[in-house]
């Protein structure tokens, strides 16, 4: 599966942003799709994944409450609503998948996949 990442973009902090993933490939709704982000200097991290299904959703205790991920798989695309965004929410945000079907992980070294990335900006 080859992933796009867009949305991105500049806000002040309390605004709100949404994420898309497009996907193109192979069967896209048998596999999960998550949302990770890296900050200058820090680990790229994990944010949320929904399941092939849309049935399981896990996110990072950081966004809980505020960030929403969804899937519409007959547009091929995974969605990152972000609510009340904060500062610290600063990062370039990439969308990944995993190298096989019907695989469900928050390891970021399960994810082989990778989008291009996309660049959320929150001022204080």
């Known amino acids: 599966v080859q992933l796009q990442a867009s949305g991105g973009g500049l806000v002040q902090a309390g605004e709100s942003l949404r994420l898309s993933c497009a996907a193109s490939?192979?069967?896209?709704?048998?596999?999960?799709i998550g949302w990770f982000r890296q900050s200058p200097g820090k680990e790229r991290e994990f944010v949320a994944v929904?399941?092939?299904?849309?049935?399981?959703?896990y996110y990072a205790d950081s966004v809980k409450g505020r960030f929403t991920i969804s899937r519409d798989n007959a547009k091929n695309t995974v969605y990152l609503q972000m609510n009340s965004l904060k500062p610290e929410d600063t990062a370039v945000y990439y969308c990944?998948?995993?190298?096989?079907?019907?695989?469900?992980?928050?390891?970021?070294?399960?994810?082989?996949?990778w989008g291009q990335g996309t660049q959320v900006t929150v001022s204080s």
């Open positions: 490939g192979r069967a896209f709704s048998n596999y999960a």
């Open positions: 990944a998948t995993y190298s096989r079907p019907n695989v469900l992980s928050t390891q970021i070294g399960d994810f082989v996949s």
């Open positions: 929904v399941r092939w299904d849309g049935g399981r959703i």
